[in-house]
């Protein structure tokens, strides 16, 4: 069956095909033409159960919805084919011109192998511990695979991975379903990317998303869909994050209601040569946010795409560290929640906070005079301990100690640099903070710019 949509000149456009399966061992779906871009395709069954969902911005083109694991492509759901009516949505979330072309074929036998030995991730127990020590573990938040605009393989990542702790998938807009044997415990996650205006990564979902569901709303616009959809994600227990705020390319075009963004990028692939991100942008943004009620958790992400000129796939540049009482998914995902991060690139660092005895973490409120003290074993660092987006104290050397005294509206948090780069950031500890009376992204990015121009 073969099937092609020619756009319109629709700000977006859903597309739906049906087809039928009659005693089905494998569903084979080849993207044959399109845009290299963000178009969706939602594969579901005749119980309108999503079975795949594919993005024709990948560099692979076959795809197959089987009965196992080992028959079925990553990105889809393995399970029984039921015998009836299917239906193939295309969403178009953008204006494009052009049009998409693909061909199913439904056949009596199984598929062949697709992954041998593969690991579930949408199935995996969230209080499945892998280590039981109260730490920092270390990870990377965002990197891609061919299954999107990627370069490497899963089995590429997967051998990328081993000196890791955790590490999540972010191809854009599809969910990692099954992984190659090998890999730390990979939080199911995405990079959410109708355009090239904001993009969000979103850890903890549970589900392949039906985009279906929000684009089929009479009159809606993308600001709608967006803000929808992040209430239904987050009240699923999933985080999102706002990614490279100022990427070049990006427009920063959309608006939704922060009330639902918990992550905030603040260094994003700063192994780029041409450093295309003003990371320290992304900084004085946070920054700003916090001192506006947000609380925020600081992440960073290589955002991988491809080997280095060195040949080395970038994975862990820069490298996010969470904090959390054992390595499971909930327990990471419970230590972004809390804010309890650290990120750090090219250097190796420790950081221990503390009001008297207690121990305090990044993230944590707390009242009255809090201690500061740091490391870094790999060379001296600048260190500035920031309070309420001012420099308290900057010292240069190995080790940092310094101190401060938080009241009611303060946020304080330490950072370090290696010439103009910020190569080490925590999120901040606070107190007492307002609750926003600003929710509007597009009102608070406003104010941001008058105030950083």
């Not at 990614?243 to 192994?271: T, W, Y």
Request: proline content about 5%; overall charge negative.
């Amino acid at each position: 069956m073969l099937i092609r949509h020619d756009f319109t000149a629709q700000p977006f456009e859903v597309l739906t095909t049906e087809f039928n399966v009659q005693d089905a061992r494998s569903i084979n779906i080849h993207l044959r033409e399109g845009v290299f871009e963000h178009v969706f395709m939602l594969v579901k069954d005749p119980q309108q159960q999503l079975r795949a969902l594919l993005t024709w911005k990948t560099r692979l083109k076959h795809f197959t919805v089987g009965e196992s694991p080992e028959t079925t492509s990553n990105n889809a759901l393995a399970g029984a084919l039921q015998a009836g009516v299917w239906t193939i949505t295309v969403i178009r979330p953008t204006p494009l011109t052009g049009y998409v072309e693909f061909e199913i074929v439904t056949r009596s036998a199984p598929s062949e192998v697709v992954m041998n030995s593969p690991c579930a991730v949408l199935s995996r127990r969230w209080d499945n511990v892998v280590d039981a020590a109260e730490k920092w573990y270390c990870g990377d938040l965002h990197c891609h695979s061919v299954y999107s605009d990627g370069r490497v393989t899963l089995e590429d990542i997967g051998a990328a991975a081993g000196q890791f702790d955790y590490l999540a998938v972010t191809d854009h807009s599809v969910i990692t379903t099954l992984l190659p044997p090998g890999f730390p415990p990979v939080l199911p996650a995405t990079e959410i990317t109708f355009d090239n205006e904001v993009h969000y990564n979103v850890f903890g979902i549970r589900r392949l998303p039906d985009y279906s569901r929000y684009f089929l709303r009479e009159g809606i616009t993308k600001n709608h869909i967006l803000t929808a959809l992040f209430n239904d994600l987050t009240a699923e227990g999933a985080l999102v994050s706002i990614n490279h705020p100022f990427s070049k390319g990006m427009s920063l075009g959309h608006d939704f209601d922060m009330r639902h963004i918990q992550l905030l990028e603040v260094i994003n692939a700063p192994h780029l040569a041409d450093r295309p991100i003003d990371n320290e942008k992304a900084i004085r943004f946070y920054d700003f946010l916090w001192q506006r009620g947000y609380r925020l958790t600081a992440t960073g992400g290589s955002d991988a795409h491809k080997p280095d000129s060195h040949g080395v796939y970038p994975l862990g540049k820069p490298t996010t560290f969470i904090h959390s009482g054992g390595l499971s998914l909930a327990g990471l995902l419970g230590g972004l929640k809390k804010g309890r991060t650290m990120i750090a690139h090219g250097v190796n660092c420790q950081l221990d906070i503390r009001q008297g005895e207690r121990v305090v973490y990044p993230g944590d409120e707390v009242q009255g005079a809090v201690a500061f003290s740091a490391t870094c074993d790999t060379g001296a660092l600048r260190w500035r301990l920031i309070k309420n987006t001012r420099c308290l104290t900057e010292q240069v050397g190995v080790h940092f100690s310094g101190s401060a005294e938080l009241k009611a509206g303060d946020v304080v948090r330490l950072e370090a640099r290696l010439g103009d780069e910020t190569v080490f950031f925590s999120t901040p500890v606070h107190c007492a903070l307002s609750q926003p009376v600003e929710f509007s992204f597009a009102a608070l990015l406003a104010q941001f710019l008058r105030m950083d121009n």
